[in-house]
């Protein structure tokens, strides 16, 4: 039996927000969808993508995954879900921006930190997927400003935008000016969001517009 905490969740979700946005909804099932942006985040539960954002239905392409990680462009053969989440993003829908949204106290960053750094377990789905982390320029302006953890995270999202950056497709309509990659991080506790000033090399607080 489902959760009774999810079944009530779901028929509030039917009453207070679906019913009203009826009309909302059914555009959104007979014209497909349109997002801003896609998203690339951690599988985390508390960070809640659509709430961080002020975010609703058909306004964000959400793709999760542990330590919120792009892997290089892999013309392999093999399943690769993040890339393929990314190439429909770019081709398909066409979003205008693609952000990797990293976050404070992350488990699978820390977990590379404190055990699998150099010591991964290859017959491990999450040792795999976590070295991708293997090689992190962790910037010292990074570790001054923010901390260690911070630091670790910070270049989690930085490798993850250069990873984007291998993909031909997405160089292409970035060099277009079609496309803009973005680096956050969300501070669970304060609230706050940093991002990346490619330019200056810096991550800072999110501007109010």
């Not at 106290?105 to 293997?134: M, P, Q």
């Amino acid at each position: 039996m489902l959760a009774k905490s999810l079944i009530d969740g779901y028929w509030r979700f039917r009453r207070d927000l679906h019913e009203p946005d009826k009309g909302r909804y059914r555009q959104l099932a007979a014209l497909g969808q349109a997002p801003t942006a896609m998203i690339i985040a951690c599988c985390d539960s508390r960070v809640d993508v659509s709430a961080i954002f002020d975010a609703g239905p058909g306004d964000i392409f959400i793709m999760r995954n542990v330590a919120n990680l792009v892997p290089p462009f892999e013309p392999d053969g093999k399943f690769h879900g993040t890339s393929a989440a990314v190439e429909y993003a770019a081709l398909v829908l066409n979003v205008p921006n693609i952000i990797v949204l990293g976050h404070s106290h992350c488990g699978g960053v820390a977990a590379y930190r404190e055990k699998l750094k150099g010591n991964a377990d290859e017959t491990s789905f999450i040792g795999r997927w976590l070295t991708l982390l293997d090689g992190l320029d962790v910037k010292e302006s990074d570790v001054a400003d923010f901390g260690q953890e911070t630091a670790f995270e910070l270049a989690g999202v930085r490798q993850s935008l250069a990873n984007l950056r291998t993909f031909d497709a997405l160089k292409e309509r970035e060099a277009e000016g079609l496309l803009t990659l973005h680096g956050l991080h969300f501070d669970i506790g304060s609230g706050t969001v940093l991002a990346l000033d490619e330019k200056a090399d810096r991550f800072r607080p999110l501007p109010e517009v």
